[in-house]
């Protein structure tokens, strides 16, 4: 079994415990299944990558950290806390598709599918926050810049893949929608009434996001080494 295996097991068991509790009800047990998450993939990637972590995806793994405590803490502050953080981690990933990605290339073939994923996001975006911000009225500005700032890396990522279609880029996109679902379901979460299924999707949409993106580092990390190795 290679090194990485045990840390990328736990990490399917936490993600399988976490639907288990979650369907079951059991808050505190499926409180504790989240928090192996990120450990468990951390440990997958720092093992992948041979210990060699950039500053800026260690600085991403960090504001994840602090934001994934906020949501478990379910303190007053809690929320607030929550959406900076996040809102740093996509600011950072959107760094990175702007520093260490070649700029997108479009061709008139890609224009149709582009514009439905423009107009696909712009509806999301005004959807959702149309129903988050008339139901909370705090933090408004700050909740429209964080529906842009992910709105920007969805298309980076959706763009990337329509132009590209690479591995990367595909990892990239399901990166962006596991985000995307993530948020859109927290959101009706906080707004409707309790659903357990609307609570399975936050919680595996959101673990999986983790997953693609760390899944993204390591195979952007594999890109960048192949022109040394030949």
Avoid at 9 to 31: E, K, P, V
Avoid at 116 to 124: A, E, H, P, Q, S
Wanted: aromatic fraction near 18%.
């Amino acid at each position: 079994m290679k090194a990485n295996k045990p840390s990328l097991i736990l990490f399917f068991f936490a993600l399988l415990c976490t639907i288990i509790f979650d369907w079951a009800q059991q808050d505190f047990f499926a409180t504790y299944a989240k928090a192996i998450v990120l450990p468990a993939i951390f440990i997958y990637f720092l093992i992948s990558s041979e210990f060699q972590i950039g500053k800026t995806e260690g600085v991403i793994f960090f504001f994840c950290f602090i934001g994934q405590v906020y949501d478990l803490m379910d303190i007053e502050t809690s929320e607030l806390g929550g959406v900076i953080c996040f809102l740093i981690v996509y600011l950072l990933i959107i760094k990175i598709f702007i520093a260490e990605h070649d700029r997108i290339k479009l061709t008139k073939r890609d224009i149709l599918p582009i514009s439905i994923v423009v107009v696909f996001i712009v509806y999301l975006l005004i959807s959702v926050l149309s129903l988050q911000l008339d139901n909370m009225k705090k933090f408004n500005l700050l909740y429209t810049f964080y529906g842009i700032v992910l709105s920007i890396m969805s298309y980076f990522c959706f763009v990337s893949y329509i132009t590209k279609g690479t591995h990367i880029t595909l990892l990239m996109s399901l990166m962006a929608i596991s985000y995307i679902f993530s948020d859109i379901f927290y959101i009706f979460n906080e707004y409707f009434s309790y659903s357990i299924v609307l609570v399975l999707i936050r919680d595996v949409t959101q673990i999986l996001a983790y997953f693609f993106m760390v899944e993204y580092f390591l195979e952007k990390a594999r890109i960048q080494k192949k022109p040394i190795q030949q």
